[in-house]
């Protein structure tokens, strides 16, 4: 394999906003192709966040979006270990960005175990009464209707949808890289959605 050219690491920084010395790393593990280096360099966002876990978050940021009608609004609050990294231009691009995320896909908690019991009672409900009306058994509706919770889950925790700015990507795989990028535990707290009318 000849040496990785300077331009090559330039276009996979770009694309992954990983550092110089990542990139050329990932390529060079990869054989100089970029989408391997691009899911080599994911996967190493991966095992940064799993180390980084256990540490206190005590400073962060309260982002807002505002749509331009003035009748949508998200608050979300995101954490990191330090007044640092909460100045830091990429972290409240991040924090922007999923409130912008949030006011566009609407979610109702940011992981499954935070949905409250009441919603997942009456969609499996819901889903049941659907299964059955379709003519299937008893005995495999279950496993339809765990099926549908688990999609229901995917696209309606944030952690688990497909971010609206690269659909490629989940929530989850975007704060790994932020992870990974910026060298803190970050973690996303609360978030708040206004509508005018609801």
Do not use: W
Request: net charge negative.
């Amino acid at each position: 394999m000849s040496t990785i050219s300077a331009k090559t690491v330039m276009q996979l920084r770009e694309k992954t906003g990983a550092g110089i010395m990542d990139c050329k790393e990932a390529l060079t593990e990869c054989n100089g192709d970029m989408d391997s280096a691009v899911d080599f360099l994911r996967k190493k966002g991966l095992a940064t966040a799993a180390k980084r876990a256990g540490r206190a978050m005590t400073e962060g940021v309260i982002q807002s979006y505002i749509h331009m009608d003035g009748k949508l609004g998200v608050l979300v609050e995101v954490n990191c270990e330090t007044d640092f990294v909460a100045k830091n231009d990429d972290f409240n691009a991040f924090a922007k960005n999923l409130a912008m995320h949030i006011a566009a896909m609407n979610p109702v908690a940011i992981r499954p175990e935070e949905v409250s019991e009441e919603i997942v009672s009456k969609e499996k409900e819901i889903y049941r009464a659907q299964v059955l009306e379709m003519g299937k058994p008893e005995k495999i509706a279950d496993k339809i209707v765990d099926g549908k919770i688990q999609k229901y889950f995917k696209e309606n925790c944030l952690m688990n949808q497909a971010y609206v700015r690269n659909p490629d990507m989940t929530i989850e795989d975007l704060l790994n890289e932020m992870i990974a990028k910026i060298g803190e535990n970050i973690s996303i707290k609360r978030f708040a959605r206004f509508r005018i009318g609801e």
